[in-house]
């Protein structure tokens, strides 16, 4: 479960980020960021390469909501 919270946590860091300046080009770069760090930080439990991992898999999660969520948007706009 806090694989999934990790991954809200993110989307929603990374629309805030977005709102302050940073291009959507980047979004997704730093949410693998972001994911691999709180993955290693907040996931003590696992090794280090199944951190990284996980972290990888959140941030790739995150990023592929990010662009739905762009996708649903767009729709609906026209």
Known sequence: M???IFILLIIGISEVVKNLGLKC???PLFNLVLGILMSTFFMTDLAL??????GLIIGLS????FD????ITK???I
């Open 68 to 71: 739905q969520t762009k996708i």
């Open 62 to 65: 995150a990023s592929g909501l």
């Open 2 to 4: 806090e694989v999934g």
């Open 49 to 54: 390469r199944k951190s990284i991992l996980q």
């Open 75 to 77: 729709q609906g706009e």
């Open 25 to 27: 080009k980047y979004i």
